[in-house]
């Protein structure tokens, strides 16, 4: 039986389902979000990305305004550790060139959460060329904690395949946009 994960509740309208997820990191801890918090940039940001199940599949919902909810979530080096990333990390080993894969089952992405599910949200697009509006962004508020180890895996991961040179896969972000009128809520105080 095939099985997906779903995001439902807060600002968006029915069950998404979860079509990837993916890490945005720096070269060094002091950079590599995507999204900056009162000027403060994370070491790395894991976004969730989720298609709504109306527009029929992944590629039309891309045309449409409520067709994906991207969850973003701050990861920051530190001590108190997410035990949770290990094991995203610990796979990481076996896809460590360009095109490699290996089968992830039984995974419920919720665990990455942080605690708190204080968010910000606002209508965006993807951070990605070609950069589709198609997104409602939830970014959770509370980042989660990974170690020095953590990040030096990210940054050991080539941007080429097994047979040519390595060549680190890092600060794969987006620099920050204008802002451009977007309204961003907050579902705190
Ligand atoms: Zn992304």
Not at 88 to 104: D, R, V
Not at 138 to 152: F, G
């Amino acid at each position: 039986m095939l099985s997906f994960a779903v995001l439902r509740g807060g600002p968006i309208q029915g069950a998404y389902r979860l079509r990837q997820l993916h890490f945005h990191w720096g070269s060094s801890d002091d950079h590599g979000s995507e999204h900056i918090v009162d000027g403060v940039k994370y070491a790395a940001e894991l976004h969730m990305v989720h298609w709504n199940p109306k527009h029929g599949n992944f590629a039309p919902a891309l045309k449409q305004r409520d067709g994906v909810a991207i969850v973003g979530v701050f990861l920051q080096v530190g001590k108190t550790l997410k035990r949770e990333m290990k094991r995203i990390l610990e796979e990481m080993e076996s896809i460590k060139t360009k095109g490699k894969e290996t089968p992830f089952l039984h995974f419920d992405p919720s665990i990455l959460f942080p605690k708190s599910r204080d968010y910000w949200t606002y209508e965006g697009s993807f951070t990605t060329p070609p950069c589709e509006e198609c997104v409602t962004w939830i970014l959770l508020r509370e980042p989660i904690v990974v170690s020095p180890d953590q990040m030096a895996k990210l940054r050991s991961l080539s941007m080429n395949t097994e047979n040519e040179p390595f060549h680190p896969l890092v600060d794969n972000w987006r620099p920050q946009q204008p802002l451009k009128g977007r309204v961003v809520r907050a579902s705190f105080k």
